[in-house]
């Protein structure tokens, strides 16, 4: 049988701190648009009173950021693969704080000190959770934990801050379904000077192709 609750009680924080891995759903008001759920790891869900804060790393999309911005809807999903069944949602009125923004680096310094100088960090989003509920978690299976896998955090680490920005620019300026996000909003000057630039750049790329197009029709019809 459901629990439900307004606020997350010390046995609900005792559950979310032993967990692995989250989800994240969220969606956009829009009439034949998707519903987005997002798995999560690395420890980087945190709790605080009746706030849920989950640290947001650089991926191929941006699908939360976008849905957040919009309606501010979220809901974070955990559930017990070993032990006592349980599965735990949380109901939050969420908002977006970008990165290098004032906020997000007083919420660095108070949630996540340990991350702060890594690389590919978008954004912290900060729910206040409205309800909580728990259900049994009767039919889900069991899994052993063997450890995180670092490939993301790799990978943006190889990034310097320009590359960084270029990607939220070029690969997370929008949701799937077109709503606007990390490309619309911005972060800092640097990354508006890029948006600034990058029709030129793509004017040189554009030029470059088709010289070498030329030169290599030419060397065709010498031949």
Known sequence: ????????????????????????????????????????????????????FHLDLTGSGAETIAHVTE?????????????????????????????????FKTLMQKYYPSWIGQQGLRSIIVGDIFQVG??????????????PRDTLINWANKKTDAEMEEYWCTRNATSIDGLPNLGANGFDDAQRNWRRKLPSIQQTVLYTALVATGVAIGIRLGH
């Not at 798995?39 to 869900?45: A, D, I, Q, R, V």
């Open 1 to 52: 049988m459901g629990k439900f609750f307004d606020a997350l009680e010390p046995n609900h924080r005792d559950f979310i701190a032993k967990q692995k891995i989250y989800f994240v759903a969220t969606s956009s008001l829009r009439q034949n648009t998707r519903v987005n759920v997002s798995p999560k790891g690395h420890e980087s869900l945190r709790v605080d009173g009746n706030q849920v």
């Open 71 to 103: 309606n501010g809807r979220l809901t974070v999903m955990l559930c017990a693969f070993e032990g006592a069944p349980n599965i735990m949602r949380l109901w939050c009125k969420a908002r977006v704080v970008l990165a290098k923004t004032p906020e």
């Open 134 to 147: 728990t259900s049994c978690g009767y039919a889900v299976p069991y899994f052993d934990y063997v450890k």
